[in-house]
Every structure is written in structure tokens, then in C-alpha cells.
């Protein structure tokens, strides 16, 4: 659906892609995760050919984006919708035509505008806000508009940048839950420019990391936050610097098969050993890894630790410091 080999971009004597290498499978919810200034937002852009770029090989759709003139150029968008993380939508115009607006300027009969803005109104849940001006809506609102707006071209991509980074947690759930339903239900390939961990967990299906300007790891949810490679940590911060320097520091790693064992108090009354419990977080992921549980055990009981968790099929792993970092292995 979208390969990519080797691009770069440029602005000026600013290099804001280095070499971005990249493969989406079609009907797809990919995540484009980053630090703010890593070139996510100009990726997009230059799928939707919104931007040129400097160097490499873009293709969408089987298509070479950098051989297409201005007229292919606009036909071509036609089969990618956008969604901002400010909603673009026109105060001026009702929920009806903003959504009817692309339509419009490609000469859409008015029959057939009208029936796709009221099915399209159905499928994002405010069918009764069809004739209600957008400053009358909340943000969630707001973005299902802009989410219906980008469908009314039947597009096969949609391309998201930030779509969920204005909204409260309620509303940011309810998007996702929403952009979820359109994949399954339409097929349609979804790519996400996020630096939320959230959104990552709950809808992307596979990830990839840009750090300075180049895509630094790439992967399913599941092996990206199970393996914690640099570039995530990178992006995370540090956030275990301050795990114990004595003893050793075991990372437990949940599934829903043993999310709900009582291990910690179960593994003290079999083997009669003590441990803290340091650090983790068990928040759902999209697929099969709803979070992480970080002890830390005396040395002495190291082997007995883990060969009972072995033992269990608990998946698991050490956190050891180097330069001050606590990695994996």
C-alpha cells in the first residue's frame, strides 16, 4: 500500500528527513511515533503529496508520487482523506457542509451529496447535529466531523497527524474507538502521527519510531513494548532511572492469559521469597501485552525467582544498568 525507500526532505539547509525507509500493508492501523521537530508531520505530507522531497522513492497505491503532475496530483488525493489535530473545519458552515464541502468542489450531484453527508453523520454517531454550527460542538464532536468530512471522498488511506492530541481522554477514546470501526468496517488503511502512548497501545496494530529524522525501529505494538528497543526508551524518557542499584530488577510481562494471577504473593508463599515491588504499569494494549511489572529481588534469590517464573510460562526479563540506564536483556 505505502513503500518507501531512502527519502529525504529538506527544508532550506534544515534536514528534516534522512532516509526514511518504510513499509504499510494495506487496511493497516499504523503508528508514526516522535518527539515533536523528528519529521512526522512532513512524512505525512509528502504521502498526500503536499509535500515534494528531495530524494528517494514514495510509492502509495502503486503509484510514484514524485512523477505525478499537478492535475495527477489532485486525482491522487482523492483516495486520501486527512484528519488534523485541530479539527479544520469552517465555523462559518454547518456540520452539514462542512462535510458535504469536498463533494462540492468536485461537482457531486446534490442527491448524491445529501444521501453520503446523512449516512456518513450516522456512521460517526451525530446524525441530530447535521444542521448545528461547529462552534456549537465539542471537540469530539468536532473531530467526527472532520473524520466524516475525509470519508466523503471514499478515500483507501486516511492520515491522521495528531487527530486525538486536542481532545480530553473521554473523547480521545471514543475517536479511536470510532477511526477502529472505519478500518474493520471499510477497510480503509490508517496511519497515525502520534507521540501519545496511549493512542499506540489501544489502536495501532504495528509502530515505527523516527528520531532524527530517520525511522530508528519498527514493529508490532506487542514487540515494540514488550522489547523497549533505545528509540522507545528514547521517546518515554528515562523513566527507570531511579530503580534500585542493589539487588537485581526483574521485568514481569503480563498477558490477558496471567494478568489476573496473584504472582507477587503466590511466588513469596511457594518459594518463601520477599521482593519489592519497584516499578511497572498495566495499561491495555491493542493486542495481547496489557502492561509490565518491575521487582526487585536479593541476590541470593536470583535463580529460585527465576526458574519459578520459568517454571509458570511468565514471560519476564532483567533490567541491568549501564551508563546509569536500566536496560533489558
Not at 532516509?19 to 512532513?42: M, V
Not at 526483574?250 to 518463601?272: C, G, H, T, W, Y
Request: aromatic content about 6%; some cysteine; overall charge neutral.
Amino acid at each position: 500500500m505505502i513503500y518507501i525507500k531512502g527519502l529525504k526532505k529538506s527544508f532550506d539547509n534544515l534536514n528534516v528527513l534522512e532516509g526514511i525507509d518504510l513499509k504499510i500493508q494495506e487496511g493497516a492501523i499504523f503508528g508514526l511515533a516522535g518527539r515533536s521537530g523528528t519529521g512526522k508531520s512532513t512524512l505525512l505530507r509528502c504521502i498526500n503529496s503536499l509535500e515534494s522531497f528531495d530524494e528517494g522513492i514514495l510509492k502509495v497505491m502503486d503509484v510514484n508520487v514524485d512523477e505525478l503532475t499537478d492535475k495527477e496530483k489532485r486525482l491522487y488525493r482523492k483516495n486520501i482523506g486527512m484528519i488534523f489535530q485541530q479539527f479544520s473545519l469552517l465555523n462559518r458552515l454547518t456540520v452539514y457542509e462542512n462535510v458535504a464541502l469536498p463533494m462540492k468542489c468536485w461537482n457531486y450531484k446534490k442527491e448524491d451529496i445529501d444521501k453520503t453527508v446523512k449516512d456518513l453523520l450516522e456512521v460517526i454517531g451525530i446524525p441530530e447535529k447535521i444542521h448545528s454550527k461547529t462552534r456549537e460542538l465539542s471537540g469530539g464532536q468536532k473531530q467526527r466531523v472532520a473524520i466524516a468530512r475525509a470519508l466523503s471522498m471514499e478515500p483507501k488511506i486516511l492520515l491522521c497527524d495528531e487527530a486525538t492530541s486536542a481532545l480530553d481522554p473521554k473523547s480521545t477514546q471514543e475517536v479511536l474507538a470510532l477511526l477502529k470501526r472505519i478500518n474493520k468496517d471499510y477497510g480503509i488503511t490508517v496511519v497515525m502521527v502520534t507521540h501519545e502512548m496511549a493512542v499506540l497501545r489501544s489502536i495501532c496494530q504495528e509502530i515505527a519510531i523516527i528520531e532524527e529524522g530517520k525511522v530508528q525501529t519498527t514493529g508490532t505494538v506487542e514487540s515494540i513494548f514488550k522489547d523497549k528497543p533505545l528509540a522507545l526508551r528514547n521517546l518515554l524518557g528515562d523513566d527507570q532511572k531511579d530503580l534500585p542499584s542493589s539487588g537485581r530488577n526483574l521485568e514481569l510481562l503480563f498477558s490477558k492469559k496471567n494478568m489476573n494471577e496473584p504472582v507477587i504473593s503466590q511466588m513469596a508463599r511457594d518459594i518463601l521469597v520477599d521482593c519489592r515491588i519497584v516499578g511497572g504499569e498495566l495499561e491495555s494494549y491493542n493486542n495481547d501485552i496489557p502492561g509490565t511489572m518491575i521487582i526487585n529481588i536479593e541476590e541470593e534469590h536470583v535463580y529460585k525467582v527465576k526458574e519459578y517464573l520459568d517454571k509458570r510460562n511468565f514471560l519476564w526479563r532483567e533490567l541491568v544498568f549501564k551508563g546509569g540506564e536500566a536496560i533489558g536483556c
